[in-house]
């Protein structure tokens, strides 16, 4: 017993590190939304999803993935409706690493676009997995 009170602090970190680990998995945001580039392409081949990145205009030059629209995430709020017409389609939102493209998600869902989703990885996990980008 003494152990344990001479080292509480030990105990302590243990307890929330691991509880850090678990949230994600417990608070049920692990992945909502999320789609890594093998699903993100079967839904663009099966479904015809629409492909949104929300980059800058400068990095969405440098590549992007292939039908991607550009409407850069400060403007998707006014210029989503524009772009992506129907609602009940699937669409896939794209960044550089993923970030963004998750904020973005929230935005779109809020517009009501319920199957909206994220590019887990952005652009990096695209071109990690060896698919084609367009520039």
């Known amino acids: ?3 344990f009170i001479e080292n509480w602090t030990l105990f302590a970190v243990a307890l929330a ?3 850090m680990l678990l949230w994600p998995t417990l608070s049920g945001s692990a992945g909502a939304g999320s789609l890594n580039a ?3 392409v079967r839904l663009i081949n099966r479904e015809k999803a ?4 929300v980059c800058a205009p400068e ?9 991607a629209k550009n409407v ?6 006014a210029k989503l ?9 699937p669409l896939i939102l794209v960044c550089a690493s993923g970030m963004r493209s998750r904020r973005a998600v929230a935005v779109a869902k809020k517009l009501g676009y319920e199957n909206a989703h994220s590019l887990t990885g952005g652009m990096g996990a695209w ?5 084609p980008v367009e520039k």
């Open 50 to 53: 629409n492909v949104v990145d």
């Open 59 to 67: 990095e969405f030059a440098a590549g992007h993935v292939g039908g």
């Open 17 to 19: 590190s691991g509880g």
């Open 1 to 3: 017993m003494s152990f």
């Open 127 to 131: 071109r990690a997995a060896s698919l």
């Open 38 to 40: 093998s699903e993100a």
């Open 72 to 77: 850069p995430l400060a403007e998707l709020e």
């Open 81 to 89: 409706a524009g772009v992506v017409k129907n609602k009940t389609a």
